[in-house]
């Protein structure tokens, strides 16, 4: 069964799970009722160093980079309309694969093109973040956001990082004003 999160929680992954090594992190969330045009939410990863950076532009991991050369993520391509039930967008990771010197990856959600379409996060409902165990396809843990974005248009929903040798996982939740490009500046990328 799977432990349902809340913000700020931590949780470990491998320590009671030795042999876990493939990870499916699911991605939902559903548009509330609204006129104009369509909402693009998309899921990218962010693989960091110590130093909460990207070491390199090819650490970011999202729908014009669908794989890390090392193939320990793998982002499943891209939604454009979020329809139907289920994950909107996977990306997998495989945790035998994590380069040295990545002991971070952020997971987030960013709408596109919202400041031309006038869209935020206070127009998006039941978003969460689920991990899966790919080899036995159990659900291990699940973070629903809840409502507590208005402006922000980046959410960076959790992450995982390695503790002690072991891996964790940790609920975010914290949102961004500025997009895609707001987030890439967090993590050390240059988006100019």
Known sequence: MAISLQKGQKVDLTKGNPGLKHLMIGLGWDVNQFDGADFDLDAS????????????QDEFVFYGNL?????????????????????????????????????????????YDSDVRKQNFGQVSNAYIRIVDMDTNQEMIRYDLGEDFSIE?????GEI????????????????????????????????
């Open 45 to 56: 990863a962010f693989m960091l160093g110590d130093n909460g950076k990207v070491p390199t």
């Open 67 to 111: 794989k890390h050369k090392s193939e320990a993520v793998i982002h499943m391509g891209d939604n454009l309309t979020g329809e139907g039930d289920g994950d909107d967008e996977q990306i997998q990771v495989d945790l035998t694969k994590v380069p040295a010197g990545v002991s971070k990856i952020a997971f987030a959600v960013t709408i």
């Open 153 to 157: 248009t980046a959410v960076v929903v």
């Open 161 to 192: 990082y390695q503790h002690n040798g072991e891996w964790k996982f940790n609920a975010i939740g914290s949102g961004f004003q500025g997009g895609l490009a707001a987030l890439c500046g967090n993590y050390g990328i240059d988006v100019a």
